[in-house]
Structure formats: structure tokens, C-alpha cells
């Protein structure tokens, strides 16, 4: 079935609605404050060296539509510096709705905590993926002073929807409704119905030739293609500052992502940089090249993203020009049969020679 024939079948079944309706069942509209969940709660506890860190989620079996607190406290001796994770962008599956930071002196050094407040974007499944704490240890027992990175654990939440199981084969149903009216007799709408539903089969015919002549046109446009213009709009910006770097980031690295998925079929959007650089090790589809290049640049986004890390305008330049010449070199046009590579009329980095095209053309 078509979509053209779903949409006219749809508005066919509207119409009968329409004409069967009668007194609106009454309403009864419910507001319920959201207060934070706090059943299940969570926690993991690391430790490396004078820091110690704890991740606490106050519910790991919330109802969709609950809010948790997300805390993490780290304890640091003294005269360790502490680069403290991210603010919201390590949790893509989760809203987050308010976030607070602070940090106490201890008898032993420091203690900082951060509070999230959460909420799921949808049921099932989910997880809070491990929060990075980087360290430099200067103080008197201190070894080293190179950078340390401690990671907090995985923590799995499984997000409950309104009714599953016996609580929906429980709920109440509405009663029954009364008798219909057996006869409309000579009333406007039992005259002219006729108009109306021809209204609707022609809108919903417009509706559906609309939809497949979008979608056509969405198949014929290639990955690359999406990509370069997704690029383009974000470089009319101009390069990131203090306020837009975590944003500017966050899209460059789901441009990348998108492109991944679409051009070699790698589910990029939905993993973590971990998983799917583990996912990249195991395709043929990339040569051994490519999978550095993208490794490197997924790191970039990822130090900005969860580290805090803020690069000047030419290093943001590098990676935008290094995400380009990934798109470039990796597109249709310019893979051989044998395999990933750089097609002879593309320079790394360059725009392809469009002048050679057209006269193979």
C-alpha cells in the first residue's frame, strides 16, 4: 500500500467518524505536578590515584515522564586539578531540565559535585553512559604531573511506559455509550455529506502525491550530498566561540554520524565513539586510513563535547576541513570496485575537479 492510498484510507475513515459522532464524551482534564522519582536508585563508585568519584541516579526504573536526579561527586586530594565533565551534552537520550555544580573543601582536599535533572525522551532501554573526570596530581606524593583520565561506570535505566502488562490490561474503559439517532431525516449534513467527503479525498489525494514526490526527492539526493550542504550551513556561522563551541560541536559530529550511517550503512547516530569505533574495526567498507581519520575526529568533538576542552577558532577550522575531506574521499564517486579510496580527481582536502566530469559526461 501506498502512502497516497494510506492518507485518502485515513481521511475516508475520518469522515466516517464525522458522520457518526454524537454528544462529545465529557472531559476530564488532570494536572499533576512532576516531582523528581526517587525508587530505584543507582550507584558506582571508581577510583584512581587520590580521586574518587561517585555517579548516583535517584531512580533506574523511572515512568516516563519522571524526573531523576543525576549527582556525581568526586573527592580530590590536596592539590590535584580536576577537569570536570560537560554540562547536558553526554546525555542524548535525556532532557536535561536543570543542572546545578559546586565544590567544598574537605579535610583531605576538595569535593565537587554536580546535580542533573533528567528526563527521559522515551521508554525502554536506556543507559547514562560513563562520565570522564581528567586530573593532573600536583601534589607532595605526586609521581607525575601528566594528565590522568578517570571514567565513571555505565549505569542502565530502564524507562517504564504508562501502562504495559497487567497494569494495561487492568485500566478502566469509558462506558458504554447510549442508543445512536436511527434516522438523520432531511438535516443539512444528511443532504450535502457528499460534499464534504469529496473535500476530503481530494485534499487527502494532494496530501499524498505531495508526500511521495518529497520523498522521491529525498531518495534521489546521495549522503554525501546531504552531508556537504549540512556542512556548508554550518560554516556560514563562522567558527565556534565561548557560548556556541558545545553546540557548533554537537552538530558538526552528528553530520559526520549521519553520513556514516547513510553511506556505509554503520549505525554512527546511535552508538558511543567507543562502540562504533569498535563497529568501524570490524567493516571492510573503510580503509585502514579512514578509519584513523574519522577516529581522530570523533576524539576532537568528543574532548569539547564531555571533557570541556575549548579549542581555538583555526583548530575548530582543522576539524570542520577534516570532516570535508572525509566526506570527499569516502563518497560514491570516488570508491573503486576494489574497495575504499581516493579517486585520482580529488586532492586530499580539495575540492573535486568538476571540469573532468563533464566532459566524461
Not at 543542572?99 to 583531605?108: P, Q, V
Not at 557560548?243 to 554520524?257: C, F, G, K, M, P
Not at 578509519?291 to 576532537?300: M, N, T
Request: proline share 4%; with cysteine; charged share 25%.
Amino acid at each position: 500500500m501506498t502512502n497516497a492510498q494510506r492518507i485518502i484510507g485515513w481521511g475516508l475513515a475520518l469522515l466516517l467518524l464525522v458522520a457518526c459522532a454524537g454528544d462529545k464524551p465529557e472531559i476530564t482534564e488532570v494536572s499533576q505536578e512532576l516531582a523528581v522519582s526517587a525508587g530505584n536508585a543507582a550507584s558506582s563508585d571508581v577510583t584512581l590515584g587520590p580521586v574518587s568519584a561517585t555517579l548516583t541516579i535517584s531512580d533506574s526504573e523511572p515512568l516516563i515522564g519522571d524526573l531523576m536526579t543525576l549527582e556525581l561527586v568526586v573527592e580530590a586530594a590536596e592539590g590535584v586539578s580536576l577537569q570536570m565533565p560537560g554540562k547536558a551534552e553526554a546525555f542524548s537520550r535525556f532532557t536535561v531540565e536543570k543542572y546545578s555544580d559546586g565544590r567544598e573543601s574537605t579535610k583531605t582536599g576538595n569535593r565537587h559535585t554536580q546535580k542533573y535533572v533528567l528526563q527521559a525522551s522515551r521508554s525502554g532501554r536506556l543507559r547514562i553512559p560513563p562520565l570522564r573526570i581528567a586530573f593532573v596530581d600536583k601534589g607532595p606524593d605526586s609521581k607525575s604531573d601528566d594528565e590522568q583520565e578517570l571514567l565513571t561506570e555505565e549505569i542502565p535505566i530502564k524507562v517504564r511506559p504508562v501502562l504495559a502488562g497487567d497494569e494495561a490490561s487492568d485500566a478502566e474503559l469509558r462506558p458504554i455509550r447510549g442508543s445512536l439517532q436511527e434516522e438523520l431525516g432531511n438535516s443539512y449534513f444528511a443532504q450535502y455529506w457528499w460534499i464534504g467527503a469529496l473535500s476530503i479525498v481530494g485534499l487527502s489525494v494532494l496530501i499524498g502525491l505531495f508526500f511521495l514526490k518529497r520523498s522521491k526527492r529525498e531518495q534521489d539526493v546521495s549522503p554525501y550530498e546531504k552531508a556537504s550542504v549540512a556542512l556548508a550551513s554550518l560554516e556560514s556561522q563562522g567558527m565556534p566561540d565561548t557560548e556556541t563551541l558545545d553546540n557548533w560541536y554537537v552538530q558538526l559530529s552528528s553530520i559526520v554520524r549521519e553520513y556514516l550511517e547513510g553511506r556505509f550503512a554503520l549505525r554512527a547516530p546511535e552508538l558511543t565513539t567507543e562502540e562504533f569505533l569498535r563497529e568501524a574495526q570490524r567493516s571492510d567498507r573503510l580503509s585502514d586510513e579512514h578509519k584513523a581519520l574519522v577516529s581522530g575526529f570523533l576524539a576532537d568533538c568528543d574532548r569539547v563535547k564531555f571533557a570541556g576542552y575549548e579549542p581555538g577558532a583555526d583548530e575548530s577550522r582543522a576539524v570542520l576541513e577534516a570532516a570535508r575531506r572525509f566526506l570527499l574521499e569516502t563518497r560514491e564517486s570516488a570508491v573503486s570496485d576494489n574497495g575504499p579510496g581516493i579517486d585520482s580527481g580529488i586532492d586530499s582536502g580539495a575540492a573535486p575537479d568538476t571540469g573532468s566530469e563533464e566532459e566524461a559526461a
